[in-house]
C-alpha cells in the first residue's frame, strides 16, 4: 500500500471562509464560542507552529464526489445500532462504487510494518498495544460524510481527509488532550470528544478510599465537547466538562447527549453549544458512548455499574440496569447497542484469582429497550484479565447480536430475541492483549471484522472466515466504516486506512 502525501497550504496562509461566530456564551456548563479567548489565540499562533489549524481547500471534494451519501454521521459506530455501513446509488461516482486504497499517515504516524508497538521495550508489547492505543493513534474508527472521512486521534490533532485521494483538507488540535472519539459529523460542524484515560493522584486516593468520590480526566486537562467548522476546522464553540469527555456525543432531533468522567449526563444544544439538561448519575464514563432511540437515551457507567434510559427531553432516568457482577471498568467501557427495541450490552465480569493469576468472563445481557427487563444474559467465556479496554462493542443486524470478547478472543453470533448463540468464530494470531475489541460491520450478506493488524471477511450465517487482509499497526475499538466498495478504518499506528472491499473479500461483487 502506498502512503499518500499531505501537502500544506503556503506558509502563513489559511483561508477561512466560513468565519460567522456565534454571540459570546460564558460559564463552564454552557456552550462558550471562541470569539473572544479562541479566536484571539488563533490569531497569535506563528503559521508555522506545529498544532496550528491547517486548511488546504484544493483537496476537498467537489461535484459528485462532494454528494456521496451519508450526508450525517450521528452516533459512534454510525447509527444505535452499530453498523457502520451505507450503500451508495448505482450513480455515485465509480472510485467509490468500486473501491479506493490509500494510507494517511497522521502527526505520530508509526511504520504499519513495525509489528511492535511505541514503548515496547519498556512497558512490554501486551501493554504498550493498548498504551499506543489511547496515547498515540486512533482509538476508535472514522466517520464519512459527503465524500470526507473524519477522523480523531490521540494525537491530538482531529483530521478531514478527501476520502477519494486520501489527501488532507483541515487538520485542527482544539485543546491539548486526547481525542479518543468517533467524529459526529451533523449539517455545518463535527463534534469532538476530548478527554483522558488517567487519574491524578488525588483522585487515586479518592478512588481507593470512596470509589464514587473519584472522577476519571479530573485536573489532567481540558476535557469537553468542541465543535469545528465541517469545512475547515475552525473553532466554533467548546463544551467544557471538569472530567473526561471520551465517549462519542449522540445526535439526534437538535440536541448533543455525552457523558463524562464525573458521573454527569448531558444534554447540548448542538447548534450553540448550551446545556439543556444535566443528570448526576453517578460513577464514571469510560468509553461507553450514548444510543438514542425512540425518545430516550441509553448510557453506561463504570465503577458503579449501571446502564441507563434517560428520557431525552429532560434527562430523567426511566429505568437502569446491571450486568452480574461486572469488574469496575466494564460497562463504562462499553457502548450499547439499541435494535428492534432491545437493548444489549456486555462486560468483563466475575474476576477471579485462578492458579495465582486474575480471570475473567464476559457477560453480555439484554433488556427489553422501553421497560428495561432483562430478557436474557449470555457468558462468552473465561480468560486471563487484559489490559486497558476489556469489553467488545457489540453490533446488531436483522436480529442478530455480534459481539467480541478480548478475554477469549472471540466474536460470537447471538440471537437478539432470545440470546442463543448461533456460532463462534477464534480470532486468529489475537496477540499478546487479545483481540475482537471493536464492532463488526455488516455489508451485503457479509460480515467484517477489524481486529489485530488485520481486516476479515466472515459469512454471517456460520462464522466462518472467508478472506483476510494484513494491514499493520493495530486496531483497537475499531470497526470498519463501509461506504459502498470502500472500507476505511482507523489505526492505533496513527494512520487511516482505506481499502476496497474486494480486497477483503475476492467473492464481493458491488
Known amino acids: 500500500m502506498s502512503s499518500t502525501g499531505i501537502g500544506y497550504a503556503a506558509s502563513g496562509s489559511h483561508p477561512d471562509k466560513d468565519s460567522t461566530t456565534p454571540k459570546p456564551t460564558l460559564g463552564t456548563s454552557q456552550g462558550t464560542t471562541p470569539s473572544a479567548a479562541a479566536n484571539k489565540q488563533e490569531a497569535a499562533l506563528d503559521p508555522n507552529n506545529p498544532y496550528a489549524r491547517l ?51 497522521e502527526a505520530r504516524a508509526w511504520p504499519l510494518s513495525d509489528n511492535e508497538p ?21 482509538a476508535l474508527g472514522v466517520a464519512f460524510a459527503k465524500g470526507v472521512v473524519y477522523a480523531e486521534s490521540d494525537d491530538m490533532f482531529a483530521y478531514a481527509i478527501n476520502a477519494q485521494t486520501g489527501k488532507l483538507i483541515w487538520r485542527t ?60 476546522g475552525k473553532l466554533k464553540w467548546y463544551f467544557a466538562t471538569r472530567g473526561e469527555a471520551m465517549p462519542t456525543p449522540a445526535y439526534d432531533n437538535g440536541k448533543l447527549f455525552i457523558t463524562t468522567g464525573t458521573g454527569n449526563a448531558y444534554a447540548i444544544d448542538a447548534e450553540t453549544g448550551k446545556q439543556v439538561w444535566k443528570n448526576h448519575l453517578g460513577g464514571i464514563a469510560n468509553m461507553s458512548s450514548p444510543a438514542v432511540y425512540k425518545g430516550h437515551v441509553f448510557v453506561a457507567m463504570s465503577v458503579k455499574p449501571y446502564l ?36 444489549v450490552q456486555d462486560a ?19 433488556w427489553n429497550a422501553k421497560t428495561g427487563k432483562v430478557l436474557w444474559t449470555d457468558k462468552m467465556g473465561r480468560g486471563p484479565k487484559v489490559p486497558a479496554f476489556k469489553g467488545g462493542v457489540p453490533m446488531v443486524h436483522d436480529g442478530v447480536v455480534y459481539v467480541g470478547s478480548p478475554v ?103
Open 55 to 105: 486548511y488546504i481547500p484544493q483537496n476537498a471534494p467537489t461535484g459528485a464526489d462532494a454528494q456521496i451519501p451519508p450526508d450525517a454521521w450521528t452516533h459512534a459506530y454510525g447509527k444505535p445500532s452499530h453498523n457502520a455501513a451505507f450503500p451508495v446509488p448505482a450513480s455515485a461516482p465509480a472510485w467509490i462504487r468500486n473501491g479506493v486504497k490509500w494510507n494517511f499517515p
Open 118 to 138: 511505541y514503548g515496547a521495550k519498556i512497558y512490554g508489547i501486551r501493554e504498550a498495544l493498548p498504551v499506543q492505543t489511547q496515547f498515540y493513534g486512533n
Open 173 to 232: 488540535s482544539p485543546v491539548g488532550n486526547y481525542l479518543m472519539g468517533n467524529p459526529v459529523v451533523v449539517k455545518k460542524l463535527v463534534y469532538l470528544s476530548a478527554g483522558s484515560v488517567s487519574f491524578n493522584f488525588a483522585n487515586v486516593v479518592a478512588f481507593k478510599n470512596d470509589p464514587s468520590k473519584a472522577a476519571r480526566g479530573l485536573d489532567i486537562s481540558y476535557n469537553g465537547v468542541y465543535a469545528v467548522s465541517r469545512k475547515t
Open 308 to 343: 441507563y434510559s434517560l428520557d431525552a427531553k429532560t434527562g430523567k432516568v426511566a429505568w437502569k440496569g446491571t450486568i452480574p457482577k461486572a469488574a469496575n471498568t466494564g460497562m463504562g467501557d462499553v457502548s450499547p447497542v439499541v435494535s428492534d427495541g432491545v437493548v
Open 408 to 510: 477469549t478472543s472471540d466474536y460470537v453470533a447471538l440471537n437478539l430475541k432470545t440470546g442463543k448463540q448461533l456460532w463462534r468464530w477464534n480470532v486468529p494470531n489475537a496477540g499478546p492483549a487479545g483481540a475482537a475489541r471493536g464492532a463488526p460491520t455488516y455489508y451485503k450478506g457479509t460480515l467484517y471484522v477489524s481486529t489485530g493488524p488485520s481486516v476479515y471477511a466472515l459469512d454471517p450465517k456460520t462464522g466462518k472466515e472467508i478472506h483476510s487482509v494484513h494491514v499493520g499497526g493495530r486496531f483497537g475499538i475499531v470497526s470498519p466504516a463501509i461506504i459502498g466498495g470502500t472500507v476505511f478504518l482507523g489505526n492505533s499506528w496513527d494512520w487511516v486506512n482505506a481499502l476496497p472491499l474486494h480486497d477483503i473479500n475476492p467473492n464481493y461483487k458491488g
Open 348 to 366: 468483563v465480569s466475575d474476576v477471579r484469582t485462578t492458579n495465582g493469576k486474575g480471570t475473567m468472563n464476559t457477560t453480555v445481557r439484554a
